[in-house]
C-alpha cells in the first residue's frame, strides 16, 4: 500500500535559520504530493503540491520538488521565521482516493 | 463563508455516551473523508465518501459510523464512548481527481471523560 515517510522532530531553529523536513514515499502508480501545514488549534492547510515528477511546488518561500528517482518530497526554507512555527505533515494521493500523511514534524522558530 | 465547517468544535462527554459530529462542505467537492488526529498529531483516516457511497473504511470500531445523506454533508455518529475515544476529529473534502488537494475543517476535539 502507499505510505509517507517523514523526519521525525520536533524540530527547533531560530529565526533566519535554513528548515528542511525530508519525505520519502512508497506508492503505486503516479501519485500526487502534498505538504500541508497546521497551525496551532486550527486545521490542515495545503502549503504546496506537485503533480508530477520534476515538478517543483512553491509558497510562502517553502519550496518542495518531486523526484520519482528517490521517491523523495523534501521540503525547504531558505529563512524561517517565528510565524513558520507549526506542524508540517507530508502526504500523498494516489488511485484509490485516499490521502495519505505523514507522522508530522513540529517545528518551533525562536526569535 | 467556510468552506468546510464542522460542528461542534469542543465536545466534553462521559464514557458510554453517544455523540454525533457534523460536516458540511461548500465547494461543490464530491468525496469526504474522516480523520482522526492523536496526542501526537498522528492523522488516520477513517472514513471516506465518493457521491454518498462508502469508498474507504478503515479498521475503526464499529462503534463509528458515518452517514452521508448527500454529498455536501459527511456526519459521524459514534456510539459508546470511550476514554480512548479522546482525539481531534477533521473533516474534508475534495475533487475525485487524482491531482487535488483536500480541505480540511477546523476540527472537533473530542474529550471522554
Known amino acids: 500500500g502507499n505510505s509517507v515517510t517523514q523526519m521525525e522532530g520536533p524540530v527547533t531553529l531560530s529565526e533566519e535559520a535554513f528548515l528542511t523536513i525530508n519525505c520519502t514515499y512508497t506508492?503505486?502508480?503516479?501519485?500526487?504530493l502534498f505538504w500541508y501545514v497546521q497551525y496551532p488549534g486550527e486545521g490542515l492547510q495545503l502549503l504546496l503540491k506537485?503533480?508530477?515528477?520534476?515538478d517543483k511546488g512553491s509558497n510562502k518561500g517553502f519550496e518542495a520538488t518531486y523526484r520519482k528517482e528517490t521517491t523523495s518530497f523534501h521540503l525547504e526554507k531558505g529563512s524561517v521565521q517565528v510565524s513558520d512555527s507549526a506542524v508540517y505533515f507530508c502526504?500523498?494521493?494516489?488511485?484509490?482516493?485516499?490521502?495519505?500523511f505523514g507522522a508530522g514534524t513540529t517545528v518551533t522558530v525562536r526569535a | 463563508d467556510t468552506a468546510v465547517s464542522q460542528t461542534p468544535k469542543y465536545l466534553v462527554t462521559q464514557m458510554g455516551n453517544d455523540k454525533s459530529i457534523k460536516c458540511e462542505q461548500n465547494?461543490?467537492?464530491?468525496?469526504m473523508y474522516w480523520y482522526k488526529q492523536d496526542s501526537k498529531k498522528f492523522l488516520k483516516i477513517m472514513f471516506s465518501?465518493?457521491?454518498?457511497?462508502?469508498?474507504i473504511n478503515e479498521t475503526v470500531p464499529n462503534r463509528f459510523s458515518p452517514k452521508s445523506p448527500d454529498k455536501a454533508h459527511l456526519n459521524l455518529h459514534i456510539n459508546s464512548l470511550e476514554l480512548g475515544d479522546s482525539a481531534v476529529y477533521f473533516c474534508?473534502?475534495?475533487?475525485?481527481?487524482?491531482?487535488?488537494?483536500?480541505?480540511f475543517g477546523q476540527g472537533t476535539r473530542l474529550t471522554v471523560v
Open positions: 474534508a473534502s475534495t475533487l475525485g481527481q487524482l491531482n487535488t488537494e483536500a480541505f
Open positions: 506508492a503505486t502508480g503516479y501519485p500526487s
Open positions: 506537485a503533480t508530477k515528477a520534476d
Open positions: 502526504a500523498l494521493r494516489s488511485n484509490d482516493y485516499k490521502l495519505s
Open positions: 465547494l461543490g467537492h464530491d468525496t
Open positions: 465518501y465518493n457521491n454518498k457511497e462508502l469508498i
